[in-house]
């Protein structure tokens, strides 16, 4: 197990008259190499749940172990955690500072105190990772495209080799391309290294066809967390929390209720696709 | 982190001092400051204390909160009382070494700290129960008389609408940031002062950033409203002074003449006395 949280509440403000309970006893367990969505509508406390998980917030009450160590210990090495649970953060290109795209990326492990180079090995392995143009190395980040700062802004999180990579929201405000590149550039970063990922969205749509699990999350609660297949079975409650299941899932319950004999529980558009053709392969 | 700073900020509740024309506001905040360094005796500050109570207490701010506002001129307000305090000279009350304390040294000290709180606490009373907006709604109203000398009050007034407005906004950022590159393994704690300054560079340059694309969006968002200053411009909400604003404005008097009253009459008293 590497990620275990325990009975985890956090509340904003705790002593003012405007005290938001954002996190409502929240038990999880994370496992290493799995691929988890984050599912919820604004305001449903997804960005702090998983700001808890490398140890930038810290829960009112309950525990968070990582690899077996509870991270709120007198002494526990955050900036050490911090390595492990790399977080990329909405809109992420907004951090970007340096000179150059290099030297910004090289900010994250150079603050891990390796020599340099290991350093600028990292970086260039992470630039690569995110499919970023060599010839752009040395261009300020600030004259690139919103695609390609973005890349720029999860690569300084790559760099610093974490098992687990949390992103928030990382399509957002991108186009139609932009989104698929970046999801597939997760998807491959998982299965080529094995890193635990943690995909926070609000589209449904963005993480059906990636994930292994989904956890649901309405008013500081974990709702569902469950294989997106049994998530999406759940329509009806997942549009009284302002959230929809995937346009496939959609087509297929119309289907079905025209009298045609479509497996309703798929997810992904390859999968209904292939049950469609069937169904009318049988006719 | 960074959002305990609470100087300056607005605290949501409903109180009467939260209803009560920004004006009104204005004005005793004003008249209160002033007053604060009109009177030399202890009757003085009880009446400026007692008075500072009852308009906290009216305001339905907690007191904790307040106080959590206060930290960030602690320092400020430690350099007075030991200037104060070892600086005056007078009957001397205990010498050791180099340092001498002397009577009126720690009277001095004493009574400028409580001004000092009395009077960080009576502002930011002001902009606790009052939003920016309010605010500038109400510096512009109130002195909208200047505008016979050519003083371009409307413009000031937004200016400094847009410039409160932003201070949350840009805290909030600032925090953002902060956390990306606390992900990022950035320090921003620890080292000497050099090490700090530098560690700054990571979270300041995004923040200008961000602030000059902020501003340049606001500026195109009110192009395209079509502002053009304040020449014929109406109110949605005009401020119109309801019957606790007058009743607010007596109490200020009242509070005014009591303390220049028991101020001065006792001044006056003493020096009879010690002649």
């Known amino acids: ?283 | 982190m960074i959002r305990d700073i609470t100087i300056g900020q607005y605290y949501q509740t409903d109180s009467v001092l939260h209803r009560l024309d920004p004006r009104v506001k204005l004005l005793g905040t004003l008249v209160y400051l002033v007053s604060l360094f009109c009177f030399h005796n202890p009757a003085g500050y009880a009446v400026a204390l007692l008075f500072l109570i009852l308009c906290i207490r009216l305001s339905h701010v907690p007191f904790g909160y307040m106080i959590k506002g206060m930290k960030s001129i602690m320092f400020i307000l430690m350099i007075t009382i030991l200037f104060n305090l070892f600086l005056t000279s007078g009957t001397v009350l205990v010498s050791f070494w180099k340092i001498t304390i002397t009577v009126e040294g720690l009277k001095l000290a004493i009574t400028m700290a409580l001004r000092l709180c009395m009077l960080i606490i009576g502002a930011s009373l002001m902009t606790l129960t009052t939003t920016p907006n309010h605010l500038t709604d109400g510096l512009e109203k109130g002195l909208r008389f200047l505008k016979v000398i050519k003083m371009p009050v409307h413009e000031i007034a937004m200016m400094m609408a847009i410039a409160l407005r932003f201070i949350p906004i840009l805290l909030e950022e600032t925090d953002k940031i902060m956390k990306a590159q606390l992900a990022r393994g950035a320090d921003f704690e620890s080292g000497g002062l050099v090490r700090r300054a530098r560690a700054m560079v990571p979270l300041l340059v995004p923040l200008f950033v961000s602030a000059f694309r902020r501003a340049n969006d606001l500026a195109m968002a009110m192009e395209a409203r079509c502002y053009r200053g304040g020449d014929g411009r109406t109110k949605m909400k005009p401020l119109i002074y309801a019957g606790r604003d007058y009743a607010a404005y007596i109490i200020l008097l009242a509070y005014l003449v009591i303390s220049i009253f028991l101020g001065r009459w006792s001044v006056m008293t003493e020096l009879l006395t010690s002649l």
């Open chain 1, 1 to 283: 197990m590497a990620i275990i949280v325990d009975h985890v509440n956090y509340i904003y403000g705790q002593d003012t008259e405007q005290a938001v309970h954002a996190l409502q006893d929240i038990n999880l367990q994370i496992p290493d190499g799995q691929f988890i969505g984050i599912i919820g509508h604004t305001g449903s406390g997804k960005s702090t749940l998983v700001q808890h998980l490398n140890g930038l917030l810290k829960a009112t009450s309950g525990s968070i172990y990582y690899n077996g160590q509870d991270i709120y210990d007198e002494g526990y090495n955050l900036k050490d955690l911090r390595s492990h649970v790399g977080l990329v953060f909405q809109y992420p290109e907004h951090q970007l500072f340096e000179v150059d795209v290099f030297s910004d990326v090289c900010f994250g492990p150079k603050n891990l105190g390796l020599s340099k180079k290991e350093v600028e090995l990292r970086a260039f392995d992470a630039l690569r990772q995110v499919g970023f143009p060599e010839e752009l190395f040395y261009t300020s980040p600030f004259d690139l495209s919103g695609g390609q700062k973005r890349r720029v802004a999860i690569a300084g999180v790559l760099a610093m080799k974490p098992d687990v990579l949390i992103l928030d929201e990382p399509t957002a405000g991108l186009d139609p391309k932009g989104r698929e590149d970046i999801l597939d550039m997760v998807k491959r970063l998982q299965q080529e290294s094995g890193m635990t990922i943690l995909l926070v969205s609000h589209s449904m749509d963005d993480v059906a066809e990636y994930v292994d699990r989904i956890l649901v999350m309405d008013h500081g609660r974990v709702v569902f967390d469950d294989v997106p297949r049994q998530v999406f079975s759940h329509v009806e409650e997942l549009e009284e929390m302002h959230l929809a299941a995937p346009q496939v899932t959609y087509i297929l319950r119309d289907l079905k209720k025209a009298g045609i004999e479509v497996d309703e529980n798929a997810t992904t558009v390859d999968e209904a696709a292939s049950t469609i053709l069937q169904a009318f392969g049988k006719k």
